[in-house]
């Protein structure tokens, strides 16, 4: 059973980085592609940023480009999401999502396993 948990949210103030971790166990990491979703209260949950199994493929939504960056250590198991320059608008609940394909990961419908989500809240 593929299980995902997720660390690194906080409180933190506009402007500063924060650093998201996601940890994969019970199948081989590198089969994986990997996604991080947000959902910001009473809004619906939107793809951030996605990467492939090996990490030849990345995308990042527009709406962050420039700001934050997707990783992955396979040795680790991890997939990575730094985040800098962070606004109020960023404030949400971070999720981690895992499927066998980058265009499968980046739409909620085509996640396999999710993430229990991180709590990250931007102050003004």
């Known amino acids: 059973q593929v299980q995902l948990v997720e660390s690194g949210g906080g409180l933190v103030q506009a402007g500063d980085s924060l650093r998201l971790s996601c940890t994969l166990s019970g199948r081989t990491f590198s089969d994986y592609a990997m996604g991080w979703f947000r959902q910001a209260p009473g809004k619906e949950r939107a793809i951030v940023a996605a990467?492939?199994?090996?990490?030849?493929?990345?995308y990042v939504a527009d709406s962050v480009k420039g700001r934050f960056t997707i990783s992955r250590d396979n040795a680790k198991n991890t997939v990575y999401l730094q985040m800098n320059s962070l606004k109020p608008e960023d404030t949400a609940v971070y999720y981690c999502?895992?499927?066998?394909?980058?265009?499968?990961?980046?739409?909620?419908?085509?996640?396999?396993?999710w993430g229990q989500g991180t709590l990250v809240t931007v102050s003004s």
């Open positions: 990467i492939s199994g090996r990490g030849y493929v990345t």
């Open positions: 999502a895992a499927d066998e394909t980058v265009s499968n990961v980046k739409r909620i419908s085509g996640v396999e396993v």
